[in-house]
């Protein structure tokens, strides 16, 4: 039996909580190729997504041609998916508190490597939220950009 869905404030918080709790999440792209699906470590800053991969990769050829990208979080029964728009960041122009931020909280600093890599800010424009089929209806947590709660 599944468990009674939650209130869209509830959801809107969860899905906060598991975007600035969780260090991974997938990352998925379309180009000439067709689609291409990876897991990516993450960033939350309260307003935006910073991810980073190797500068010769599919997901960072697609997300230059194409910002178009939509993550994935949680689990099958816990899932938030973000739908937004990515802009490119060489890391010479990634503020430094940004770089110590997304290093502190994935274990992983590409500043620092030899291979080239390149952070993506991703603006999601729509969120949504759900665990159960009873949380289908309405699953958006944010439109257009904005939280509904």
Do not use: C
């Not at 009674?4 to 260090?23: K, T």
């Not at 960033?43 to 500068?55: C, E, K, M, N, P």
């Not at 099958?76 to 940004?98: H, I, Q, S, Y």
């Not at 997304?102 to 500043?111: N, S, W, Y």
């Amino acid at each position: 039996m599944s468990a009674a869905p939650r209130e869209l404030e509830q959801r809107a918080q969860d899905a906060r909580s598991r975007l600035a709790d969780d260090v991974d999440l997938w990352v998925a792209t379309s180009g000439a190729a067709g689609p291409h699906l990876v897991p990516l470590s993450h960033l939350w800053d309260g307003s935006r997504i910073l991810v980073s991969t190797a500068r010769s990769t599919v997901t960072a050829r697609n997300l230059v041609l194409d910002g178009r990208v939509r993550l994935a979080l949680g689990q099958t029964r816990d899932v938030v998916v973000v739908d937004g728009t990515a802009e490119l960041v060489k890391p010479a122009d990634l503020e430094p508190a940004a770089g110590d931020a997304f290093a502190a909280a994935t274990g992983f600093d590409p500043r620092r490597l030899a291979q080239p890599y390149v952070y993506f800010w991703v603006r999601p424009w729509r969120i949504q939220a759900w665990r159960e089929e009873n949380e289908i209806g309405g699953r958006d947590v944010m439109r257009d950009g904005g939280w509904l709660a």
